[in-house]
């Protein structure tokens, strides 16, 4: 299926690994011009000759931290002057812990980084999509967001923030032509599932293969799933071809949430 996206200008927060990465590589692969965004200029010149070396597509990249106010706030005039046609809204996880007794100080500093960059971010970039009358908006979110997950408050509260938002945005310009969807990775190999498995590991005194065997036993295909099976789903939500969806949540998780 020709995706229809060639072309197009996509910027992918968080792309110099993981998930953001898989998504910006499978956007070059079908054509768009893609923007790398991310906290490493080493980490984000590396990713980029990687996909400039499968691809023809015209691969940029910029250094932000999206944890720094004042350069975001700088960097939001400077985006909203570009033709971008698809953003994606993703970024690192906060760290594991139980969510009492979380310090005032983490939950306003964890709330700018998950919540208010994304939404600064596309208030950049949503009124060049809406008057062209052609957008994609897509933000990573967490399976928590469905189904709580141990250790881990922070990102179980705010990323369900991302959700209210997203579903009352897509109803504000659908009739633009922009449309606003969510995905839920479930255990995506990554180096942060990576991460979590060891954190689980130390807290339980088991090991992170014992934590990734318990973890794949809930899961109904039995395995982990490839960051580039994710980015096929981010790439669909944000082609021609998803132009009749919009304020849905998307599950790429293997059958792993139980919930209807």
Known sequence: MDLNIKGRSALVLGSSQGLGFAIARNLALEGASVTLIGRSGER?????????????AEVNTEVLDLSDSA???AWVPVISTRAIDILVNNGGGPPPGAIAGVAADVWRAQFETMVNAPFRV?????????????????NVVSSGVVQPI??????????????GWAKT???????????????????????RVDQLDKAAADRTGSTPEAVAEASRAGIPMGRYGKPEEFADAVAFLASERASYITGTTLRVDGGMLRSV
Do not use: C, F, Q, Y
């Open 150 to 163: 141990p250790n881990l408050g922070i990102s179980n509260t705010l990323r369900l923030s991302i959700l």
């Open 122 to 138: 596309t208030a950049g970039v949503l009124p060049g999509m809406r008057s062209r009358k052609w957008g994609r908006i897509v």
């Open 169 to 191: 945005l897509a109803a504000e310009v659908a009739a633009d032509g922009v449309t606003v969807n969510s995905v839920i990775p479930g255990r995506i190999h990554t180096s």
């Open 44 to 56: 984000l010149n590396a990713a980029a000759e990687k996909i400039r070396a499968e691809s023809s």
């Open 71 to 73: 350069a975001l706030e």
